[in-house]
Every structure is written in C-alpha cells, then in structure tokens.
C-alpha cells in the first residue's frame, strides 16, 4: 500500500482511505454483516485510514467501526467527527455545536461507543458560527494535551477560518468534498493547506457514486437514499451530469480502468498531500477503489481529463440551499 503524509508534520496514512457513512445511512439499507466484512477487507489490502462520525446513524456508524476494529485496533489510524448535533427521536434534524463543554463531552462519548481510549484523528465536523472558532479549537487542543486524540482537524472549513484555528493549535487535516464534479477548494483553500502545511481528505471523490457510472437513472437509488432530494440527482441536472460521467467513461475505457478509478486517480493527482476516502459498504467496490492507486495519469491525460470537464461543469449545488451556508465557512 502507498502511504501519504497528512500534513508537512503529521502522521503517515494510507493513499487513500476508507469512508464508513453509508455502512449505517443515508445510501439505503445496510448489511452490518458485509460492512464488517468491508472494513477487515481494507486492512488486509493495507488502508489504515477509517473515516466515521458522531452524526452517522446518528452514533450507528461509530458502534459499528468501533466492534469491526476491536481486535486490530494497532492497524488502524481512526477519524472521528463532531459538531453536527441529531436526536436519535428525530434525526431529521439538525443543529452544529462548537462550544468548548460540547466538544469535551463529545469526544468522551465518541470514545466509548468505538471502544477505544484515545482517537487519532479529530474533526470538527462543521464549523459552527455561534461560537469563535478559537474557542472550539482550544477545546480540542486540551484533548491533545490530556491524551484522548492524538491529531485534530476541520471539516469544510473556509482558508480564513484554518488560519485562525491554526494559530490556536497545528490542524493537521481539513476534511472537504472534492472530487471532477466539486472543486471549491481549489479557489483558494488548497493554497491555504498548503501554506500553513495542512493534509487534504477529500470526501466524496467518486461524486456521492455518481461518477462510478453506476447511476443511470433517480431509479436507481434505493426509496430512502438521500441523494433523491440532492440537487444534483434532480431533473436536469441529473441529465447534464450524466454526460459528464460518459465523458469519464470515454477516458477511463482508454485507460483500460473503471470509471471510479479514473475519477480517483485524478483526485489523487492533484498533489502528495492529497488522501481521498471513498465510501463503500461492499468488498467488491472496496477493492476496485483500491486498485486506482495502480492508474497513472500523464500531463496529458491530466489536461485532457480538465478539459472535458473543467472546475464547475457540474449542475446544481452539492447540497440542498438550507445546508450549503454551513459548507466552506
């Protein structure tokens, strides 16, 4: 497996890691059977990184990672998340927390439900505007000092707010959706992550699985799946998207690799202290995105890749309007 420093002081990882969201919700019904199975599959193919959340399930997620990694915990560097606050009686709901009290007592509860006594990777999940982000941050410097994690990091957080974190405490990832279809943060927060020496996780490089290839119609999606209601999946969108995708198809059949390994190789390409972590529930899928690693990409195929689908070819926002002021800020 090829490994890749997060950060210009951080720890070594895996080149591309896993995302374990969908094993509990949001891309239709799990198989906590298979998702196990997933997860032991990635570590003997040598992924280390595990990406999961407070807020997934919600707490699901993090039980489930917790029970798969208990007896090869030393293999694994482990990412959690917090500040997006849901009631189980009503998940529908949502609300972002950065208060100094929430985080201590967020991460004590994130530790015991994956059953392990300190996290290696932090993340405030969003950053939440009611409170300075000075304060959150200081918070999760003081779980550093007393042991309980290891390194923090940010979640689409804007260049303005990781230079204001970074002075309280080294961030030492930022986590945000990137991917052919979402290039935000090549505007300006990649400069930013550079400058100050900070790793890039790109969520979602595979476009929510749309760039797979898979999806050809809404119909494709199971009934509860979340991205019927994104954007992106609606109407005309979901069509001019879809010929981006074939767009991919076109190049990757050229390249003799899949759709997904194409769209990762080229996330991949944009820079050594780039980590991706596409999602998947299944070993079949797990194994393909591992493959990508194998996939070089020339300049050319680079430029060519840029041309037929350059920053912002993608239709629609990548979420709905009422969660879209929460992103980049």
């Given at each position: 497996?090829?490994?890749r420093t997060l950060g210009?002081?951080?720890?070594?990882?895996?080149?591309?890691?896993?995302?374990?969201?969908g094993?509990?919700?949001?891309?239709?019904?799990?198989?906590?059977?298979?998702?196990?199975?997933?997860i032991h599959?990635?570590?003997?193919?040598?992924?280390?990184?595990?990406?999961?959340?407070?807020m997934?399930?919600?707490?699901k997620?993090?039980?489930?990672?917790?029970?798969?990694?208990k007896d090869r915990r030393?293999?694994?560097f482990?990412?959690?998340k917090?500040?997006?606050?849901?009631?189980?009686?009503?998940p529908?709901?949502?609300?972002?927390?950065?208060k100094?009290?929430y985080?201590?007592?967020?991460?004590?509860?994130?530790?015991?439900?994956?059953?392990?006594?300190v996290?290696?990777l932090?993340?405030?999940?969003?950053?939440?505007?009611e409170?300075?982000?000075e304060?959150?941050?200081?918070?999760?410097?003081e779980?550093?000092?007393?042991?309980?994690?290891?390194?923090?990091?940010l979640s689409?957080a804007?260049?303005?707010t990781?230079?204001r974190?970074?002075?309280v405490?080294p961030i030492?990832?930022?986590q945000?959706e990137?991917?052919?279809?979402t290039?935000?943060p090549?505007?300006?927060?990649l400069?930013a992550?550079?400058?100050?020496?900070?790793?890039f996780?790109?969520?979602?490089?595979?476009g929510?699985?749309?760039l797979?290839?898979?999806i050809k119609?809404i119909?494709?999606?199971?009934?509860s799946?979340?991205?019927?209601h994104?954007?992106r999946?609606?109407?005309?969108?979901f069509q001019h998207?879809?010929?981006?995708?074939?767009?991919v198809?076109?190049?990757?059949l050229?390249?003799?690799c899949?759709?997904?390994?194409l769209?990762?190789?080229?996330?991949?390409?944009?820079?050594e202290?780039?980590?991706p972590?596409p999602?998947?529930?299944?070993?079949?899928?797990?194994?393909?995105n591992?493959a990508s690693?194998?996939?070089?990409?020339s300049a050319?195929?680079?430029?060519?890749?840029?041309?037929?689908?350059p920053?912002?070819?993608?239709?629609?926002t990548?979420y709905?309007?009422?969660?879209?002021?929460s992103?980049?800020?």
């Open positions: 497996m090829k490994t210009r002081k951080g720890p070594t990882v895996s080149a591309i890691g896993l995302g374990c969201m094993m509990s919700e949001f891309y239709g019904i799990g198989d906590d059977k298979e998702s196990t199975a997933t599959r990635a570590l003997e193919l040598g992924v280390t990184l595990l990406d999961t959340a407070d997934y399930g919600p707490f997620n993090e039980e489930l990672v917790g029970k798969a990694i030393e293999r694994v482990l990412a959690t917090f500040g997006i606050v849901r009631n189980p009686a009503n529908a709901l949502r609300g972002i927390n950065g100094p009290e985080v201590r007592t967020s991460c004590d509860a994130s530790m015991k439900r994956l059953g392990v006594d996290i290696d932090y993340y405030l999940h969003r950053v939440d505007p409170t300075p982000i304060e959150t941050v200081g918070a999760m410097s779980l550093v000092k007393k042991g309980n994690v290891r390194f923090i990091g689409e804007s260049a303005a990781l230079r974190a970074h002075a405490h030492t990832a930022l945000s990137y991917s052919l279809w290039r935000d090549e505007e300006n927060i400069e992550c550079r400058d100050l020496g900070i790793g996780v790109a969520y979602s490089p595979l929510r699985g749309f797979t290839g898979e119609s119909e494709d999606l199971a009934p799946d979340f991205r019927r994104s954007p999946f609606q109407a005309e969108n998207n879809l010929e981006l995708v074939k767009r198809e076109k190049i990757a050229e390249k003799k899949t759709p997904s390994q769209a990762l190789a080229w996330v991949t390409a944009q820079g202290d780039i980590v972590i999602g998947t529930k299944r070993r079949k899928f797990l194994e393909e591992v690693l194998n996939v070089v990409l050319d195929d680079l430029k060519r890749i840029n041309e037929v689908i920053r912002g070819a993608a239709s629609g990548r709905a309007a009422s969660a879209m002021p992103v980049n800020r």
